[in-house]
């Protein structure tokens, strides 16, 4: 099975990282702090800030861009915006998919009856998860 996460790793480089938050997501109507842009600007990792951005994040002020100059960028690159949720849940069912084939296989060939995974099950297990942060 593909090991889906999303890497985070790079953000412990990031000038930003000891910022609050709440700087990168202002109510509506407030601007971004001009310590965030500054420290956007002169970022070690704003490629990959910028790449996470592009591709998952909808809200917040990322790699020196404002959700709105996102929207263009995808626009312009092709870029579709995924959630990340979405995408872990295909894998899991994908897997889930897999081992029922294997455990069919299992049946057919030893002849006994063995539990099995079925496509209803996967998508009741996946439907039954709950994504908490």
Known sequence: MENFTVDYKWQNDALCATFDIK???????????PEVAEACKACPVKKHCL???L???????WAGTTPLQRIAMRKEKG????????????????EIAKHAKVIQKQKKKTGRR????????ANASISNIAYKE
């Open 23 to 33: 700087w990168f997501y202002p109510a509506h109507g407030k601007k971004y702090p």
């Open 79 to 94: 870029i579709k915006l995924e959630s990340i949720f979405s995408e872990s849940e295909k894998i899991v069912k994908e």
């Open 114 to 121: 063995l539990k099995s995974l079925t496509t209803d099950y």
């Open 51 to 53: 790449d996470h951005a």
């Open 55 to 61: 591709r998952y994040e909808e809200y917040g002020y």
